[in-house]
């Protein structure tokens, strides 16, 4: 089965934070516990409004999951500010050492709406990144944590490397923000680059795709995969769940989180 304490913000809208996460890691297979970092009102139009979790209740959230229920993955999300950061990173050493954890570094809604504080970028990169299995940036938060632009997906492999030397043991780097008729992700690890690539999927329904992405590959780590096997049927889950999406909302959608996945897919990639 595998399970997988969820470590982000709650989303209204049910598009992506816990939600999300919450669907994708019970699509595939696995076992979803969460603690709440901070709740918001939000649908696909944009995030209306952020109330953080008191940290001592965040950290009574993990310590009570982990010390009955247990957890083969972790995965973070929204963190929000730096007391959110350092309860989280002190709780996952305490309770946690040693269980891979997905980073998915949130910094702005889909909406444009910011979810990381300005003066939480330096704790989420010397606290976080570190003690992550592997990080899931998308290109503007890959900017923000390197402090300089990923013109285009020639510079994504160098840029990948970049945030590999910060500290985490893999690094996926999304590249859904360049235009383009294809969509390429790049894996860093120590032991070399695998580049993925996939047609664009034209569409607006894209809400809660990198935390959809995160939780899915979380899912597969907890169930004892392989990183590069985790992440292609993530990615596979992913693009078969914009397909499926229901088309809600006036603004950016939710996808359907309830699809399979073609396994005869997930072994071409």
Same mark, same amino acid.
């Given at each position: 089965?595998?399970?997988?304490?969820?470590?982000?913000?709650?989303?209204?809208?049910?598009?992506?934070?816990?939600?999300?996460?919450?669907?994708?890691?019970?699509?595939?297979?696995?076992? *979803? +516990?969460? $603690?709440?970092? #901070? =709740?918001?009102?939000?649908?696909?139009?944009?995030?209306? &409004?952020? @109330? /953080?979790?008191?940290?001592?209740?965040?950290?009574?959230?993990?310590?009570?999951?982990?010390?009955?229920?247990?957890?083969?993955?972790?995965?973070?999300?929204?963190?929000?500010?730096?007391?959110?950061?350092?309860?989280?990173?002190?709780?996952?050493?305490?309770?946690?050492?040693?269980?891979?954890?997905?980073?998915?570094?949130?910094?702005?809604?889909?909406?444009?709406?910011?979810?990381?504080?300005?003066?939480?970028?330096?704790?989420?990169?010397?606290?976080?990144?570190?003690?992550?299995?592997?990080?899931?940036?998308?290109?503007?938060?890959?900017?923000?944590?390197?402090?300089?632009?990923?013109?285009?997906?020639?510079?994504?492999?160098? *840029? +990948?490397? $970049?945030?590999? #030397? =910060?500290?985490?043991?893999?690094?996926?780097?999304?590249? &859904?923000? @360049? /235009?383009?008729?294809?969509?390429?992700?790049?894996?860093?690890?120590?032991?070399?680059?695998?580049?993925?690539?996939?047609?664009?999927?034209?569409?607006?329904?894209?809400?809660?795709?990198?935390?959809?992405?995160?939780?899915?590959?979380?899912?597969?780590?907890?169930?004892?995969?392989?990183?590069?096997?985790?992440?292609?049927?993530?990615?596979?889950?992913?693009?078969?769940?914009?397909?499926?999406?229901?088309?809600?909302?006036?603004?950016?959608?939710?996808?359907?989180?309830?699809?399979?996945?073609?396994?005869?897919?997930?072994?071409?990639?």
């Amino acid at each position: 089965m595998g399970r997988v304490l969820i470590i982000a913000g709650s989303d209204s809208g049910g598009g992506a934070g816990i939600q999300a996460d919450l669907k994708a890691v019970t699509a595939l297979g696995g076992y *979803a +516990a969460t $603690a709440i970092t #901070a =709740l918001t009102a939000q649908n696909t139009e944009g995030v209306h &409004g952020v @109330l /953080p979790i008191p940290t001592e209740f965040l950290r009574r959230q993990i310590q009570v999951v982990l010390r009955d229920i247990g957890a083969d993955a972790l995965k973070t999300g929204m963190l929000h500010d730096v007391p959110t950061i350092e309860a989280v990173c002190e709780e996952i050493a305490a309770e946690a050492p040693g269980v891979p954890l997905v980073a998915d570094p949130v910094m702005v809604a889909k909406g444009g709406h910011p979810l990381l504080l300005p003066d939480a970028v330096e704790t989420l990169k010397r606290r976080l990144l570190p003690i992550a299995a592997v990080i899931t940036p998308n290109l503007p938060e890959a900017e923000v944590l390197l402090g300089r632009p990923v013109a285009d997906a020639a510079a994504m492999p160098a *840029a +990948a490397e $970049a945030l590999l #030397a =910060l500290g985490p043991r893999a690094v996926l780097l999304k590249g &859904g923000h @360049l /235009p383009g008729g294809r969509v390429v992700d790049i894996l860093a690890t120590p032991a070399g680059i695998t580049r993925f690539e996939d047609a664009r999927i034209e569409t607006r329904h894209t809400h809660g795709t990198g935390c959809t992405l995160a939780s899915a590959i979380a899912a597969g780590l907890a169930q004892g995969m392989p990183l590069r096997d985790a992440v292609a049927r993530a990615r596979a889950y992913v693009r078969a769940a914009i397909l499926a999406a229901p088309g809600l909302g006036r603004g950016h959608g939710p996808l359907h989180h309830g699809v399979t996945v073609d396994p005869a897919r997930i072994a071409a990639l």
